[in-house]
């Protein structure tokens, strides 16, 4: 991943929501918009569009979640450009409507299905989670989605199914990003089995009660909360079970440096950075950095999926 030093994220506060947007970014966005003869989205599209959500017991509780602001504009997504504040800027070009999430491979019931559908195959939950950038930053996002493992449920796995590959959108013309970046697209993103079949993994569809900003993953992405956010893989639009250990982007692109599996785990280093620490985006001055946890705190859940594995060589 290209690392680039800490440029200047201010301290903030939780942002109300009539700023969610920021409006300075939204006009530029809307000015790019008529010259590139697309409508940007109206900031009235994003009100009153709250999602209803039950609480869960997945969620933390006495935890600050980080400010919208910098969830909404301190983003990875290659496809909208390789600097932390493109995809805030370029993202209103996806075109989240319609959209068809297609299930394939060794399944019994493979499907392409609707958005929509999808997102009311489970009543959504409000989780709030850790998140650990392998660039050793970390946020806490307030997620709203359903158990990944309620769609393998309905989709029934076969036998022969021991991995799930994640496939995001490569749209040239939706996605700036796409036409300069050495990666070779579409982002493709794996779990194993179980690890997919694991509770606290998230279909994610929302943050902050809303639909995901586009930037964040619109519309349906994935998340892992105990592993390093590039297998979190965004605007999926095919999902895969498969035989065999799916080839994933940051590891084609790294192998030493990203492996398949992606714990979160301070005791191994990154070839060119440690991971011992994180830096907390929107954190007071005081508190920028705290000690990186194994499996991201959430070692308790997911510990036993491991046992037995070297991690240091299954990195
Ligand atoms: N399709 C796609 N998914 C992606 C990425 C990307 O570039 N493209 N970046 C990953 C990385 S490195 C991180 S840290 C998270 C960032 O998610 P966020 O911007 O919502 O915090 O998305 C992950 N998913
Ligand atoms: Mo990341």
Redesign the pocket.
């Given at each position: 991943?290209l690392k680039r030093k800490s440029s200047g994220v201010q301290p903030t506060e939780i942002t109300p929501r009539s700023v969610y947007l920021n409006r300075r970014a939204f006009m530029t966005g809307a000015a790019a918009a008529a010259i590139a003869g697309v409508l940007a989205p109206s900031e009235e599209a994003y009100a009153d569009n709250r999602l209803t959500t039950v609480k869960s017991p997945l969620s933390l509780t006495g935890v600050q979640p980080t400010s919208l602001q910098d969830?909404t504009h301190?983003?990875?997504?290659?496809?909208f450009g390789t600097n932390k504040d493109d995809?805030a800027r370029e993202a209103y070009r996806l075109k989240t409507r319609p959209w068809t999430v297609s299930i394939e491979g060794k399944v019994q019931k493979p499907q392409k299905i609707d958005i929509d559908s999808l997102m009311k195959l489970r009543p959504l939950e409000e989780r709030i989670y850790r998140?650990r950038?392998?660039?050793a930053w970390s946020?806490v996002?307030p997620w709203v989605g359903y158990s990944f493992s309620e769609l393998i449920k309905e989709v029934q796995p076969l036998p022969e199914a021991k991995f799930v590959q994640f496939i995001?959108?490569d749209d040239p013309n939706q996605m700036p990003?796409l036409r300069f970046s050495p990666?070779s697209w579409?982002?493709s993103?794996g779990l194993r089995m179980d690890e997919a079949m694991h509770p606290l993994t998230l279909l994610t569809f929302g943050?902050y009660g809303e639909p995901?900003p586009n930037?964040?993953?619109a519309p349906v992405?994935i998340v892992v909360p105990w592993k390093?956010?590039?297998?979190?893989?965004?605007?999926?639009v095919k999902i895969k079970f498969v035989e065999k250990q799916p080839h994933t982007?940051?590891n084609d692109q790294g192998p030493n440096e990203y492996g398949f599996y992606s714990n979160v785990n301070p005791n191994k280093d990154h070839p060119r950075w440690s991971q011992k620490t994180e830096r907390v985006i929107g954190a007071s001055i005081f508190k920028q950095r705290q000690p990186t946890l194994m499996f991201n705190g959430y070692e308790d859940q997911v510990a036993n999926l491991y046992t037995g594995m070297d991690l240091k060589k299954y990195y």
């Open positions: 991943m969830i301190y983003n990875n997504f290659y496809e995809p998140f950038c392998v660039e946020m996002i995001s959108l990003g990666i579409p982002y993103e943050l995901l930037q964040d993953g992405r390093y956010g590039f297998k979190s893989a965004k605007s999926i982007t940051w």
